[in-house]
T-cell receptor, first 111, second 116 residues
């Protein structure tokens, strides 16, 4: 069945460092791909998405490119801030309107 | 837009008591999802509805859990009787599928349940 695998956390970075969080997926067909972010004490909120191969989603300095050949959707940011500390979830769209989520990657950014 | 509304935000109860969690989806959304989040198991989909009809409840852990959606603007998740291992944050999310797999979900703030 469809699945999403994310790199293990927690990831700890210094402010202004480069961020990559790896995400790979297994799916039948051509799903849409999403990154959600969860700040402490809050629900998940959509960070960015891509609906077809080679699409790049971007928001708040974060980017991810839909790579069909490598079944990946890695999240990147050139310079992280303390305020980016959160848990990041990769997800894909599945039949019936469901989303299949990865296990989440906790990011901690130190000043 | 008010977003997805959940109540209560926090619930503390004793083992054996009935717990009812409530959710109001975003107006116009026709899909509603209940999730549970714990440190040990991460984010789990419990059940989801399309047009008020339960589509997949395979994630409901056991018969103590039940969910209803009597109309398009309200859903409940009930645990009866509750047990300490049910302690978690429960999220409700809604979506309005707009096309090929573009099913962005909007999450509520969650209900933090503690069963003593």
């Amino acid at each position: 069945g469809d699945s999403v695998t994310q790199m293990e956390g927690p990831v700890t970075l210094s402010e202004e460092a480069f961020l990559t969080i790896n995400c790979t997926y297994t799916a039948t067909g051509y799903p849409s791909l999403f990154w959600y972010v969860q700040y402490p004490g809050e629900g998940l909120q959509l960070l960015l998405k891509a609906t077809k191969a080679d699409d790049k989603g971007s928001n708040k300095g974060f980017e991810a490119t839909y790579r069909k050949e490598t079944t990946s959707f890695h999240l990147e940011k050139g310079s992280v801030q303390v305020s980016d500390s959160a848990v990041y979830f990769c997800a894909l769209s599945a039949q019936g309107g469901k989303l299949i989520f990865g296990q989440g990657t906790e990011l901690s950014v130190k000043p | 837009d008010a977003g997805v509304i959940q109540s209560p935000r926090h619930e503390v109860t004793e083992m054996g008591q009935e717990v009812t969690l409530r959710c109001k989806p975003i107006s116009g959304h026709n899909s509603l999802f209940w999730y549970r989040q714990t440190m040990m198991r991460g984010l789990e989909l419990l059940i989801y509805f399309n047009n008020n009809v339960p589509i997949d409840d395979s994630g409901m852990p056991e018969d103590r859990f039940s969910a209803k959606m009597p109309n398009a603007s309200f859903s409940t998740l009930k645990i009866q009787p509750s047990e300490p291992r049910d302690s978690a944050v429960y999220f409700c999310a809604s979506s309005s599928p707009t096309g090929r797999g573009n099913n962005e979900q909007f999450f509520g703030p969650g209900t933090r349940l503690t069963v003593l």
